[in-house]
């Protein structure tokens, strides 16, 4: 329970204590400051705290965003504000003043005034049309119920629940309803992370379904897919409409995302399978081509999100572009966002192939992926920024460097220091090359991928050896997944047995959760996995060379068992280490849109 204090003198037919107890709150009424700071000493400091003048006049919903928000320890409205546990001691100091006089004297509500002498930086929510006053007089009062009155706050309340800025198919196709299930959710009490749960369990059943390889099955399945859509959208849509928000809950929207798109690859290789056709390796390709596209999303936006300086040229041009109405939903679906991408593959599962399926995923991916990319690249050389130290660190991160990787770059950091800003991405991706490239043209089981990542163990280190702060070296972590997860596929295709491609899909599986699992943390501000973590799995360094270290000495039918061995080894030790952090850290409350539906 939360507590609200009204302030200031009662007002004859107000409804405000009324609406505070439907958002949640026990209210008590106080009658000036000395008595708002007597009782805010005796609320329970676990709690959160609103005051409130008497005389507000507005909308249930401003009230809402302005008092129920979980992800600000301090916001505010025109005569409301509120305070989170951890803001506390800033609402105590800020009453002090009032009571002995210290404070403001030039606005008349208690609330706004607090505000006005608080310390910290309070959130302001955009309001829009709707109304939050404190009238000075009845006939101002009549006047802010008649702007009350003259607009639907339920409407506005779920038009705000659909997400700013999404794809075309989510816009005109999904979000038209959807909202409307999140609000029948919201209704029954039930969360997002419950949602979140059912469209993951939709997805697992479609899955099964495209396994089955009939064409009922497929229809079921394509069918299936998008109403996990559906409720994919829904739950951000009641996170919005109810203010649910929590760091639990983007890291379960984005993961479970993930689960369910992959998930579905490998129920369309099954369902291929049964019918006489291998399409494994275009299955773990697709999951390759999506999980680095997305970290060069992630790796960009991390490196550039609190640059100084951050104009180009490139930019000015896309936000001309973005002005114009057709080009920007042009732009926005030829990146392929998640709700094109998922209705694509739905309604291919349905009419067509798996095999057809893939083949359109992969070159609607790979183009997506280049343009995203060479627009990226374009801003990064014409845009004078200084990157911080925050940043540098956040690519460092995702990098995943291991112990190989980590000792060599202290080895090479004097030597790295005089070397030109574009090393780092250049060594990466050269180094990547020579390793996939051994890996992918060379006969299983000779020695010639071992060397190619001794090789990429020392283009690894000294691509780390300083910090990545480079116009390009955002580049870095996405060149690192592309090696490590190019190298599994092609040792695992040229082995030539059942089995060694389901199995690499496996453990690329485990790995890119653990990548997923890092730029969740990184976002919600939690840090980066333990060092510790980072170790037992080898850094992605220690990994690849592992794994071409055991498909030189293996037979083919050994190398599968020890990738299905590894995958299980690494899944387990990643999958228990971020439940752990995530259902105890208690990290703080935020709303990740993430990638655009």
């Known amino acids: 329970m939360s507590t609200a204090i009204l302030t200031g003198q009662p007002v004859p037919g107000s409804s405000i204590e009324g609406e505070l107890r439907s958002l949640g709150f026990d209210v008590r009424t106080a009658a000036d400051a000395a008595e708002t700071e007597t009782l805010l000493a005796a609320v329970d400091g676990r709690e959160r705290v609103a005051v409130v003048d008497a005389r507000f006049v507005g909308h249930v919903h401003a009230l809402r965003l302005g008092l129920t928000d979980p992800r600000f320890p301090l916001a505010a409205i025109p005569g409301a504000m509120t305070a989170q546990p951890a803001a506390r001691q800033d609402l105590t100091r800020a009453l002090a003043r009032e009571t002995s006089g210290t404070g403001t004297t030039l606005v008349d509500s208690l609330p706004d005034r607090l505000v006005e002498t608080l310390d910290t930086e309070v959130h302001r929510p955009q309001l829009g049309s709707l109304v939050a006053e404190v009238p000075d007089d009845p006939q101002a009062r009549n006047e802010a119920r008649q702007a009350v009155a003259a607009v639907d706050d339920e409407a506005v309340r779920l038009k705000s629940a659909v997400k700013a800025r999404d794809g075309f ?301 480079g116009a390009l070296d955002w580049l870095v972590p996405p060149f690192f997944r592309a090696a490590e997860y190019g190298t599994v596929l092609a040792l695992a295709a040229n082995a030539g047995v059942n089995g060694a491609l389901p199995a690499a899909f496996g453990l690329v599986a485990a790995v890119a959760y653990h990548h997923y699992d890092t730029v969740y943390r990184i976002r919600g501000d939690a840090g980066a996995p333990p060092a510790w973590l980072v170790r037992v799995i080898g850094g992605h360094e220690g990994r690849t060379l592992l794994v071409t270290v055991l498909a030189a000495v293996l037979t083919a039918s050994q190398f599968t068992v020890a990738l299905t061995v590894l995958a299980v080894a690494v899944a387990l030790v990643v999958l228990v280490e971020s439940v752990r952090f995530w259902v105890s850290a208690g990290a703080p409350a935020v709303h990740d849109e993430g990638e655009t539906a």
């Open 169 to 469: 198919f989510t816009t005109y196709c999904i979000s038209p309803y959807s909202r409307y299930v999140a609000r029948w959710c919201a209704r029954r009490g039930l969360t997002p992370n419950q949602v979140t749960t059912a469209s993951l369990l939709t997805a697992l059943v479609a899955a099964g379904c495209a396994a089955t390889g009939t064409r009922p099955g497929f229809v079921a399945a394509g069918v299936l897919l998008l109403l996990s859509f559906v409720l994919d959208c829904a739950d951000g849509q009641l996170a919005r409409y109810s203010l649910q928000y929590s760091t639990l809950g983007a890291w379960l929207d984005a993961t479970f995302d993930r689960a369910k798109e992959y998930a579905y690859y490998a129920g369309l290789a099954l369902g291929a399978a049964r019918g006489g056709d291998d399409v494994w390796a275009l299955a773990l390709g697709a999951m390759v081509l999506q999980t680095c596209r997305h970290v060069v999303d992630f790796s960009f936006n991390e490196a550039n999100h609190d640059a100084t300086a951050n104009t180009s040229p490139t930019a000015a041009l896309s936000d001309k572009l973005d002005s114009v109405g057709w080009t920007v939903w042009v732009r926005r679906m030829i990146v392929l966002p998640i709700g094109e991408r998922w209705a694509m593959i739905a309604v291919l599962t349905a009419f067509t192939t798996p095999r057809i399926t893939f083949y359109a995923l992969l070159v609607g991916c790979a183009f997506a992926a280049t343009y995203t990319t060479a627009g990226r690249v374009l801003r990064s050389l014409t845009r004078k920024a200084r990157r911080t130290d925050r940043a540098a660190q956040a690519l460092a991160d995702l990098a995943d460097s291991g112990p190989l990787a980590q000792g060599l770059a202290k080895a090479l950091k004097d030597r790295a220091a005089r070397l030109p800003g574009f090393t780092a991405p250049a060594v990466a991706l050269l180094g990547g090359l020579v390793l996939v490239a051994t890996a992918a043209f060379t006969d299983f089981g000779g020695p010639w991928p071992v060397l190619g990542a001794l090789i990429y163990v020392a283009a690894s280190a000294l691509a780390v050896a300083r910090p990545l702060k």
